[in-house]
């Protein structure tokens, strides 16, 4: 009798059927085998606990529900940990407001974090996600959904026993690495990140998985553009953040003008062979940040007033892409847009940014003066301008017919069509330069005037993650859980009601059944003594 109740109970932990909907309860394939090649035994720590409101209680539920349904599969533990511990390692708890009973406001803190451990390295997974302009069940809902992916990143880096190479390349005035400090942190995580410069060396590429070109202002010469293109058809992706014009940062902040011309990095032919083009224009819209203009007329009195800045536009992001589904709006500024060419070449192309359904392109040249930030909004007709575009499939080689240029080492093969691979074209570099404040970097996407932190660095890490993704462990950011909200208006007029029958309903059914059971009693056996 024992053994047999242990192996139903075995059977029961084994065949899971979920009935919902959205299959909130079920993992994906590509989590199963990760967690099932797992050689040694994994511990999941969830921090989230203590007095939570119904909100967080929900999300610690998920968690602990997420790391249960992990252990099905391997050799994976559940425990919780004191969240004050967590402060050496400088992560910030939530502080969560709430209004008591008699009306006073109580502040409770919370640390929404879990660690991962595996083989004596840690991970620690950030629980919630607040997106600007959500509610609070949305941001809530949205960690739900991202906690899968969450688990599952960490499991595959912690696997890891040496991390992908990645690299920024340089000499073309690209971004320095004091520009991109923010995200080369964020991206420290997941990968080796190293910068450098192409030279003359075809294979120099080899090694890394993913390349950056963030902003470049001087144009490509035909060996760095031959190094790239054998680097891409051998299966490497690329993220690139051109600009499609030229304009002086400089020139604007000091003298309130600046000239803006085509910006011209010889790469035009190279993308427009992969299936893209950006284009030489500028982009304005209505939804944009806004900036500190002095309309004082006495320079000794200067008057700073926030006004529109149109230059700056907020970009939207696709909930079609794991790259951006549930990121914020991005910031960018100077941007231009992408055209999608070549037809049926067979490319998967995705449109990761656009403008919002009030905007406009400019033609270059042209001149933007700060002094003129009143242009008719009548004009803004365009909608959903791209400004950046994810790109996989099979490219054809820009070299094809062509010989390969001078001054390279030695070239052992000359590939005119590339393997299954990705690629993603921003066209803004400005969306990777993260500021500077008191000798401190600021996380890239933060406004400092509006003190607004946006999706740049979300959007940013996830367009690396998913170029360098072989497991489709990025698709698991596609998941998708329904988020079914009371009507507090109607279950407050119906209150009475539902009281009543939340009470009477359960007495009436279980009155049925006793009566149903004597009856039938009585029929079966007869009128007992």
């Not at 921090?47 to 349904?69: H, K, S």
């Not at 007709?381 to 240029?405: D, W």
């Not at 698709?475 to 009477?504: C, D, G």
Request: glycine share 6%.
């Amino acid at each position: 009798m024992t053994l047999c109740l242990t192996i139903l109970l075995s059977l029961c932990s084994v065949l899971r059927w979920d009935m919902t909907d959205d299959k909130r309860y079920s993992l994906n394939d590509a989590t199963i085998e990760l967690v099932r090649s797992l050689d040694e035994p994994l511990v999941v720590t969830v921090y989230l606990n203590g007095e939570l409101n119904a909100g967080f209680t929900r999300l610690y539920n998920a968690t602990t529900e997420m790391a249960q349904d992990l252990s099905v599969y391997g050799q994976v533990t559940v425990s919780e940990g004191d969240g004050k511990q967590l402060e050496q390692k400088g992560l910030s708890p939530t502080v969560i407001h709430e209004r008591t009973k008699d009306g006073r406001t109580a502040q409770t803190l919370v640390w929404p974090y879990a660690a991962v451990t595996y083989r004596g390295r840690t991970a620690y997974i950030p629980l919630l996600h607040n997106t600007r302009g959500l509610s609070g069940e949305e941001n809530l809902n949205q960690s739900i959904e991202n906690l899968e992916y969450a688990f599952a990143e960490a499991i595959h880096s912690l696997k890891q026993t040496e991390p992908m190479r990645i690299a920024f390349l340089e000499g073309h005035n690209e971004l320095t690495e004091r520009e991109v400090y923010d995200l080369s942190r964020s991206l420290a995580r997941y990968f080796q990140v190293d910068r450098g410069v192409l030279g003359n060396d075809p294979n120099i590429l080899k090694p890394y998985k993913v390349v950056i070109i963030a902003d470049p202002q001087q144009p490509f010469n035909e060996k760095e553009k031959f190094i790239l293109d054998q680097y891409l058809m051998s299966g490497g992706r690329i993220l690139w953040a051109l600009n499609g014009v030229r304009f002086s940062r400089d020139a604007l902040t000091q003298g309130g003008m600046t000239p803006v011309i085509p910006l011209d990095l010889n790469l035009s032919d190279m993308l427009f062979r992969y299936g893209i083009r950006v284009n030489p224009s500028l982009i304005q819209d209505i939804q944009c940040l806004p900036i500190p203009v002095n309309v004082s007329d006495d320079p000794q009195q200067p008057n700073y007033q926030p006004l529109p800045w149109y230059y700056g536009p907020l970009l939207l992001t696709s909930q079609l892409s794991p790259i951006t589904r549930n990121v914020g709006q991005v910031s960018s500024s100077f941007a231009s847009h992408v055209d999608a060419v070549g037809g049926e070449d067979g490319i998967q192309k995705t449109i990761l940014l656009a403008t919002s359904t009030a905007s406009r392109m400019i033609g270059t040249p042209a001149e933007v003066d700060l002094g003129d930030l009143n242009p008719d909004l009548e004009t803004f007709k365009y909608s959903y301008i791209p400004v950046a575009v994810s790109m996989e499939g099979t490219f054809q080689s820009v070299f094809a017919h062509r010989l390969p240029p001078d001054g390279l080492d030695s070239i052992d093969t000359q590939v005119t069509k590339s393997v299954p691979t990705k690629q993603v074209v921003i066209a803004c570099g400005n969306i990777l330069r993260n500021e500077w404040q008191q000798g401190e970097p600021l996380p890239v996407g933060y406004d400092r005037y509006s003190g607004m932190q946006f999706g740049n660095r979300d959007f940013l890490t996830n367009a690396v993650l998913y170029l360098a993704d072989d497991e489709g462990l990025i698709s698991l950011r596609q998941k998708e859980i329904a988020l079914r909200l009371i009507n507090t208006e109607r279950a407050y007029q119906y209150k009475p009601v539902i009281r009543i029958v939340s009470i009477i309903a359960p007495m009436i059914i279980l009155a049925i059944v006793g009566c149903t059971v004597i009856l039938y009693r009585r029929r079966r056996y007869g009128k007992p003594y």
